[in-house]
């Protein structure tokens, strides 16, 4: 079944609203198996694997990272640090049968006690359609000034 | 302003007192004394490969210019013009080709630091010009040392020899560099920059705090093996459980691995095993080792699986993932953190694979690993504030007849080694005191 530009669109809206809700459970299931969470370390960066990221995540990777926010002795999340995406339409780069790639902008406030930080960000989506379904093959997120020292980035831009 | 008997009593062996974390006038006495009387980390000769490349950096809190100079050495500069103080480099890498020119008002520099030009020099005849420090062009720092391809330096004109200072604890970088067939290392991109709101002291106490792991880490390593274990104990494991579960191993295991310093505040966590030591072979890496050493040597080689080397005051190095901490000071409360990872030269991709890996899933600012570290250490230096309490404890293991001049392996769970740098910390602050 094919999708239509809309609702690819609508999609990226609706993860990142799954994101600022914390609604994780249903975040993970948007994932195909064998996607990528990547967020390069250096502006432009080609490559995840032979120089470093902020984070290179697998299915296990991200499960761990959800499944900790909620534990009994996660103690930098107590108390528990919130995020914010204010997302511009996301342009849809490619449209084809099996591949479609989106690339939108955003800004993102995550907060916790006292502190509260902004991030300018691209993100790229390689989405796919299952079984009539969009899904996240993989995710590319650029911070805009990725290599600048961080504090603690604690959720998901 | 301390003096230096008033430095000698915030260590008593057992405690050290809290202004050494949360001071103001103990940090800036740090950087006047103890960054420039140590042998500091600068950075890898391979990121300034060529004629003219440059690197940025700081000493404590000097900003220096590691640069491969004309004859292909390397120097390390004080990045300040002697003119009016303008830094000469910003970035923080590049190349300057034959000389370095200050954006101000043009004075040139060859790359060793030597004043090569200024335009309209005539307007310094007859003043004493060539007398005066700025003649001299841009200072270099007081020694350097390129040991293996890592360049360390001491701000101070005059100090302790490098060998003296470090000893045996150079074997650490021996096996990291010796691990490579072909005995090189080479940068592997930019390094992590993670920003701690804590004293630089406490990250450096933490490489080898053995009893940590299992409790603050406890949320992603604990979390990590429950989920594997759901999943029903998948084979391979997922590269997570690799890197990340071994962090809840059991006190016993930490016991077991042992702990040696060394004189000067240098020590390894990691004497007979670590949590490196079973990660799983990568395919051809051992033949190429023993090609290059013989089988026997190769062996020994990967049988070390040292885990945290610190190499006092501020840098610690973990050889079997080749990767360096730069522990950066900014402030009593502020430390920058540098990840770096180095690539075995002539040694398969997947290694550096697991090293990038390794990196980002443990010391990146968005690492959940990370995540619980930098909270306990900005609790601390919060914690530190109150008056309710004065001093901090390092009691563990310790004994009275203690002698840090000497070289000591003991259990694995000593604070020995935060001791060992305390006994240093008070010596090279004080060493250049004038009533030492």
Known sequence: MAV?????????????????????????????????????????????????????????????????????????????????????????????????????????????????????????????????????????????????????????P | MRTASEITAMFTGPQVHRDVYTSPEIYRLEMEHLFANTWVFVGHESQTPNKGDYFTTQIGDQPVIQVRHSDGEIYVLFNRCPHKGTKIAIDRVGNTGKFFRCPYHAWSFKTNGCLLAIPLKKGYEDTGFSESESAKGMTPVGAVRNYRGFVFARLAPEGIGFEDYFGDSLSSIDNMVDRSPEGRLEIAGP?????????????????????????????????????????????????????????????????????????????????????????????????????????????????????????????????????????????????????????????????????????????????????????????AQEGLMSNGMEWVNVQRLRTEAEDFSQEAVENGTTERQMRNQFDAWVKFMTVSMEDA
């Open chain 1, 4 to 156: 239509s530009k809309d609702q690819v669109i609508d999609f990226i809206y609706d993860e990142a609203r799954m994101l600022d809700e914390g609604r994780y459970d249903e975040w993970l299931s948007l994932w195909l198996e064998g996607g990528h969470y990547w967020m390069p370390l250096d502006y432009k960066q080609t490559d995840p694997h032979l120089v470093t990221s902020l984070l290179y995540e697998d299915m296990f990777m991200l499960r761990l990272r959800v499944e900790r926010l909620n534990g009994a002795r996660t103690f930098s999340q107590k108390p528990k640090s919130r995020c914010h995406h204010v997302i511009q339409r996301p342009f849809v780069d490619e449209m084809t049968e099996d591949r479609i790639v989106t690339n939108t902008s955003m800004h993102y406030v995550e907060t916790r006690l006292d502190e509260q930080f902004l991030l300018a960000l691209t993100a790229i989506h390689e989405l796919a359609v299952v079984d009539g379904a969009l899904r996240i093959a993989n995710k590319r997120v650029d911070i805009l000034n990725s290599d600048a020292a961080f504090g603690n980035i604690q959720l998901l």
């Open chain 2, 191 to 379: 390094p992590l920059r993670y920003m701690h709101k804590c004293n630089w002291k406490m990250l450096v106490e933490n490489q080898t705090d053995t009893c940590h792991p299992m409790v603050a880490h406890e949320s992603s390593a604990g979390t990590a093996v429950n989920i594997w274990e759901e999943m029903g104990n998948p084979e391979p494991r997922p590269p997570a459980m690799e890197i990340i579960a071994p962090f809840m191993s059991p006190y016993e295991f930490f016991e077991k691995m042992g702990i040696r310093t060394w004189p000067n505040g240098h020590g390894h966590t990691g004497v007979h095993h670590s949590i490196h030591s079973d990660y799983s072979a990568i395919p051809g890496y051992f033949d190429a080792l023993s090609e290059a050493y013989g089988e026997e040597r190769a062996k020994s080689i990967l049988d070390e699986n040292r885990h945290n080397t610190v190499y006092f005051p501020n840098i610690m190095i973990k050889g079997p993932i080749q990767q360096l901490r730069n522990f950066i000071p900014l402030g009593p409360d502020k430390t920058l953190v540098e990840s770096y990872i180095y690539r075995l030269v002539g040694a398969p991709d997947q290694l550096l694979a697991r090293t990038a890996m390794y990196n980002r899933m443990i010391n990146a600012p968005t690492s959940i690993v990370g995540h619980d570290d930098l909270e306990m250490y900005e609790r």
